[in-house]
């Protein structure tokens, strides 16, 4: 059984690493999730002079600066993707493929993602569609699958799905080579759209149209909704209160995922507030005990 | 407190319960659902008395989970006699589940 983390933060923009220092300060033990290179959107930006008391220096050396920061602080970052958190009640399991993590509180500071879904994705969630091959693929034992595959995982999980079901389609959504199973069919065409009755039953292409029983859909970053289970969504955007509390107890978020306007020093100060919150909402769980 | 009940008995196991049915599909190899299962029995701690819960293996009785067009799993049900009062796809937290349930009390 690995420790139990007061508080948990996924994300390594100026939202989770503002977050991971103040919860420090507050000496509580934290673990942040995320990567080294912290948000891709740092390294991106060309300029930056919104941000009070560093000016006029590029995306880069922001990031530079946060990571001299945070190492000051001692905040190391753990460099995995969480997969699906779940709300237990009193902690939380935070499931990184097999591994699992568990924390009182969580902070999530995920930024926001641009792809949006397919038209029917959201209406046949788990009607049909999903998100997990691997998890639902015994379901489909010889009948038609289609998969989406934004990644070069998929392609894994075509292959595991294509030994269960009848048929498997895979339908990629990036260039490359795809080392599929043989009897695992590319389609190059584009899907516009998931349509059905009481389940899925096909999936309109950009040419044509494909006729089946299941749908995955296989992205690098996962919507709040899959990562969080029963987060309540509001406009595209996690709902919080002044808090930044979300409506599961213990679940704080900050920054882009919030909402507009997306802005370092927004995000910054929303993660500022959410680990204080967290803080108390820890110490509240400790005095009840 | 949560009945294991399957392809033979649930008719019997659901139909004829005087209480509502909360019964949770799931199987031995799906994560979420494994994470889930305490929580249900958490639930059926708490409710216990006025709702009754039971649990189907989608692995070991394909005609039930045909049935109800089971298609990921987990999948939480509530029953009353033999009709779905509501579909609950996926994990979620207690606190929702139970709202779900006291809806059909
Ligand atoms: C080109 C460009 C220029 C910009 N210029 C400015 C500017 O001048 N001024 C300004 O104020 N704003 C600017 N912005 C906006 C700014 O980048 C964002 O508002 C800010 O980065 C949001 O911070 P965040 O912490 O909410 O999320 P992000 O910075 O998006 O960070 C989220 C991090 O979490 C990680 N993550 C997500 N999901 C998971 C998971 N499940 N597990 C582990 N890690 C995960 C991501 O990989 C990412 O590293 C610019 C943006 C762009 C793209």
């Not at chain 1, 939202?15 to 507050?26: P, T, Y």
């Not at chain 1, 930024?111 to 999903?130: A, D, W």
Request: charged content about 25%; hydrophobic content about 40%; some cysteine.
């Amino acid at each position: 059984m690995s420790e139990r983390y007061d508080i948990a933060i996924i994300g390594t923009g100026p939202a989770g690493l503002e977050a991971a220092i103040n919860a420090k300060i507050r000496n509580k033990n934290i673990v942040i999730f995320g990567n080294k290179d912290l948000s891709p959107k740092l390294a991106k930006a060309a300029k930056v002079n919104n941000y009070l008391g560093l000016y006029n220096l590029t995306g880069t050396e922001l990031k530079n600066k946060f990571a001299d920061h945070i190492e000051d602080m001692g905040v190391e970052i753990v460099n995995e993707k969480i997969n699906n958190v779940y709300a237990m009640g009193d902690y939380f399991s935070l499931m990184v493929n097999e591994k699992v993590y568990e924390a009182k509180a969580i902070i999530l500071a995920t930024g926001i993602e641009y792809t949006k879904p397919l038209i029917g994705e959201e209406e046949f969630l788990g009607k049909g569609v999903g998100y997990c091959a691997t998890c639902d693929a015994p379901l489909y034992k010889g009948k038609t699958v289609v998969i989406v595959g934004y990644n070069k995982e998929s392609v894994e999980e075509a292959n595991y799905v294509s030994e269960l079901s009848g048929k498997t389609y895979y339908i990629p959504m990036y260039k490359g080579e795809y080392n599929l199973n043989e009897n695992v069919e590319i389609i190059n065409n584009k899907p516009l759209k998931i349509v059905g009755d009481d389940v899925v039953t096909k999936m309109i292409l950009d040419q044509g149209e494909i006729a089946t029983d299941g749908i995955f859909m296989l992205r690098d970053s996962v919507s709040p909704s899959q990562l969080v289970p029963g987060i309540e969504i509001e406009n595209g955007h996690i709902k919080v209160d002044r808090d930044m509390k979300t409506n599961i107890d213990g679940c704080y978020a900050a920054g882009d995922c919030t909402g507009t306007p997306y802005q370092y020093m927004k995000s910054a100060g929303e993660g500022l507030v959410a680990a204080l919150s967290a803080v108390s909402y820890v110490d509240k769980l400790h005095e009840n005990k | 407190m949560i009945k294991e009940v399957n392809d033979k008995n649930f008719d019997e196991e659901i139909g004829n319960s005087e209480n509502i049915v909360v019964v949770d599909f799931w199987a031995p190899w799906c994560g979420p659902c494994r994470m889930l299962s305490p929580v249900i029995e958490e639930l059926a701690k708490e409710m216990g008395k006025e709702v009754k819960f039971a649990k189907v293996n989608v692995d070991e009785n394909p005609m039930i989970s045909s049935k109800y067009r089971i298609a990921s799993i987990p999948t939480v049900m509530v029953f009353s006699k033999d009709t779905v009062k509501d579909t609950m796809v996926g994990f979620r937290p207690k606190a929702d589940i139970k709202k779900i349930i006291e809806r059909h009390l």
